[in-house]
């Protein structure tokens, strides 16, 4: 008969694994929680209270900050603020139009217009901004056509606030076109036919029934675009508007010699941003937790879309539905097709069917460079494509390790800390794990990644005695800002696939005796691995192009695609005379990698159990059709498949 002893918990030293497993855990946690979130944060807040007197040698906390608000320095602050509440009234405005066009109205050609405002889903930041910047700058197609037609235009009227505001109100409707859409269709159709039949106008259905169920998901997408303008980044680098964000990295970048207290004020206005950022997402828990939602009926009806009856109000939706959709799709059409075009026709803006070529994709060529009274100069492979080019292509190559690095590491230490929080839901320490993976929602991007090139740029003994911010090892620090700055959406996205695990599953594991480590690798992660997958594809979808910490952490070392790409567009760029040519292919090429995930995750991914199956039996349809058609035998299809 076997001990009895035996059967119990297992022992090291007399001390249970279990209890150890615990302790290891928690110190792990709470290491990586207060060395790469709260220390180095807290470093960069008290940074602006240690600068010291000169003459007398003391401390003076206040320093920095009457020297920031006496300078020019607020002016920063209040066009980052300026940016962020028009841009609320233009991604509004311009976002709840291409919903209502595409899902709430008829409209014709809703489907072509719907795939024309979802453009922005699969290019943004840096590529979307020098795509803008290819058509409206300086150089740009559309500004040497006005130029051409009307000379007295100043060929730089894309620049500055109106300029950022312009590309940043479309880039920024990704946003509606996903969450807004959810919600409209998710409208009961009922209360819409019951508002008809009371005799109510079809806009003062929308304005009275429509909208005000939608104000939720308005309020939030508000918020985030309100976050958003007030630390953009990419556009008023680009184009020229002295923005909080562009400051900060410049500031990080100079010396006492150069400018006063450089590195305190960065870190004051990393801290204002912070600032700002905890206020809205704290009055957004708020309002959320008000609850102000609209009840519907039981049985709710499949919304129809509703048509205009005024003639004139329909040919206007349709007019301004299309110059939207002209809006949208000309920097996509054109960066594609100058992607195929010559050296001389990107430069001259003129596309032409005998300069169509792929070398702005891969390949060399030679260029003459002409010169008065002598011979035109050859240049020797001036010309390089997007994947013959060794700095593009280690950007790329870069990109490509630190985003599935990043977006996998993210996946993995939400997947095991949320396993954690439901085995111990109703416990404090659960909730304190939750809240400490969400803190760094409660900070800008830049503030962290501000905060890791100040607290990690010298040999401190919390990383071994290693300068995290010297040669390859910023690479390694790179991972860890964008790790944790993907917790938050990954604890999101990943906690609601785990609500769909039947607990009757886990319990029927362990009556049959697996062990916690066996039942969640054999019964909960393989019914959450489809959003752990999705959280990953998205995750890698945005840091594969992310610019603004990249940005922050200037290093030869860490020079991520992005950064390849704004270098491109850079006015100072000397000797690269194909930039245009590669920037076009470059954005097409991330064009593809982000629509092949979004097709992925919201294509592929999204289809459930019964979707799937049945367009197997189509394949299935369709090919025995085929082998019909060709005459091909039972028996030899056998043979041929054995």
């Known amino acids: 008969m076997e001990n009895r002893a035996s059967l119990g918990p297992k022992k090291i030293g007399g001390v249970s694994v279990s209890l150890l497993y615990k302790i290891f855990g928690g110190v792990l946690f709470a290491y990586l929680f207060l060395g790469f979130m709260v220390v180095p944060c807290l470093n960069t807040l008290l940074s602006v209270f240690r600068e010291k007197n000169p003459e007398t040698g003391a401390v003076e906390p206040l320093r920095v900050i009457n020297y920031f608000f006496s300078g020019t320095m607020p002016s920063f602050v209040f066009n980052s603020l300026k940016l962020a509440v028009v841009l609320?009234?233009?991604?509004?405005?311009?976002?709840?139009?291409?919903?209502?066009?595409?899902?709430?109205?008829?409209?014709?050609?809703?489907?072509?217009?719907?795939?024309?405002?979802?453009?922005?889903?699969?290019?943004?930041?840096?590529a979307l901004v020098t795509g803008y910047q290819f058509l409206y700058g300086r150089d740009g197609m559309m500004t040497q056509w006005l130029y051409n037609m009307f000379p007295q235009i100043n060929k730089q009227w894309f620049g500055g606030f109106y300029a950022v505001l312009f590309t940043m109100t479309f880039a920024c409707t990704s946003n509606h076109a996903l969450f807004l859409r959810n919600a409209i269709r998710g409208i009961d159709y009922n209360t819409v036919e019951a508002a008809r039949n009371m005799g109510a106008k079809p806009f003062k259905v929308l304005f009275k029934v429509v909208m005000p169920t939608l104000l939720p998901t308005l309020f939030s997408l508000t918020v985030m675009t309100f976050i958003t303008g007030l630390c953009a980044m990419s556009a008023p680098k680009l184009l020229g508007y002295n923005s909080i964000n562009p400051q900060i990295?410049?500031?990080?970048?100079?010396?006492?010699?150069?400018?006063?207290?450089?590195?305190?004020?960065?870190?004051?206005?990393?801290?204002?941003?912070a600032l700002f950022t905890i206020i809205?997402?704290?009055?957004?828990?708020?309002?959320?937790?008000?609850?102000?939602?609209?009840s519907v009926s039981k049985t709710k009806a499949k919304l129809v879309k509703q048509k205009i009856q005024n003639p004139v109000s329909n040919v206007l939706a349709h007019i301004y539905a299309y110059v939207l959709f002209i809006i949208y799709m000309l920097p996509v059409v054109m960066i594609i097709l100058f992607s195929f075009q010559s050296?001389?026709?990107?430069?001259?803006?003129?596309?032409?069917?005998?300069?169509?070529?792929?070398?702005?994709?891969?390949?060399?060529?030679?260029?003459?460079?002409?010169?008065?009274?002598?011979?035109?100069?050859?240049v020797t492979n001036a010309v390089t494509g997007v994947f013959s080019n060794p700095k593009t292509v280690n950007g790329i190559r870069l990109s490509f390790v630190l985003a599935a690095a990043a977006a996998a590491l993210a996946c993995v230490i939400v997947v095991v800390a949320v396993n954690y929080i439901f085995k111990h839901k109703n416990r404090k320490r659960a909730a304190l794990i939750e809240g400490c993976l969400l803190f760094p929602w409660l900070l800008p991007t830049i503030l962290i990644c501000y905060s890791y090139r100040i607290f990690f740029n010298e040999k401190i003994w919390y990383v071994f005695n290693q300068n995290l911010c010297m040669g390859d090892n910023v690479r390694l620090l790179l991972i860890i800002a964008y790790t944790v700055v993907k917790l938050p959406f990954a604890l999101r996205m990943i906690k609601a696939a785990f609500y769909a695990i039947d607990e009757e599953l886990e319990e029927a594991a362990r009556n049959l005796g697996a062990s916690g480590l066996v039942t969640f690798l054999r019964v909960k992660l393989p019914i959450i691995l489809p959003s752990v997958l999705a959280v990953f594809a998205l995750?890698?979808?945005?840091?594969?192009?992310?610019?603004?910490?990249?940005?922050?952490?200037?290093?030869?070392?860490?020079?991520?695609?992005?950064?390849?790409?704004?270098?491109?567009?850079?006015?100072?760029?000397?000797?690269?005379?194909?930039?245009?040519?590669?920037?076009?292919?470059?954005?097409?090429?991330?064009?593809?990698?982000?629509?092949?995930?979004?097709?992925?995750?919201?294509?592929?991914?999204?289809?459930?159990?019964?979707?799937?199956?049945?367009?197997?039996?189509?394949?299935?349809?369709?090919?025995?059709?085929?082998?019909?058609?060709?005459?091909?035998?039972?028996?030899?299809?056998?043979?041929?498949?054995?």
């Open 88 to 126: 609320v009234i233009t991604v509004n405005v311009v976002g709840i139009s291409i919903v209502l066009l595409t899902e709430y109205f008829d409209i014709k050609g809703a489907k072509i217009l719907r795939l024309g405002y979802m453009t922005t889903l699969i290019y943004s930041g840096m």
């Open 280 to 294: 809205l997402l704290t009055t957004l828990n708020h309002y959320e937790r008000k609850g102000h939602y609209l």
């Open 249 to 273: 990295v410049e500031l990080a970048g100079k010396t006492k010699g150069d400018i006063a207290f450089p590195q305190a004020q960065a870190a004051l206005m990393s801290i204002i941003l």
């Open 539 to 642: 995750n890698f979808n945005a840091l594969f192009t992310e610019y603004d910490m990249s940005a922050t952490f200037f290093n030869p070392s860490a020079v991520t695609y992005a950064r390849v790409i704004e270098s491109m567009s850079s006015p100072e760029i000397q000797n690269d005379y194909n930039a245009a040519g590669r920037q076009c292919a470059s954005t097409v090429f991330i064009m593809i990698v982000s629509g092949l995930v979004l097709y992925l995750v919201y294509g592929i991914g999204a289809r459930d159990l019964g979707e799937r199956l049945e367009r197997r039996d189509k394949r299935k349809k369709r090919i025995q059709k085929m082998k019909a058609a060709l005459h091909l035998p039972a028996k030899a299809e056998a043979k041929a498949v054995e």
């Open 343 to 378: 050296f001389g026709a990107v430069n001259a803006k003129k596309p032409s069917v005998d300069s169509i070529t792929t070398v702005n994709y891969y390949g060399s060529e030679d260029i003459e460079i002409p010169r008065e009274g002598r011979k035109p100069r050859v």
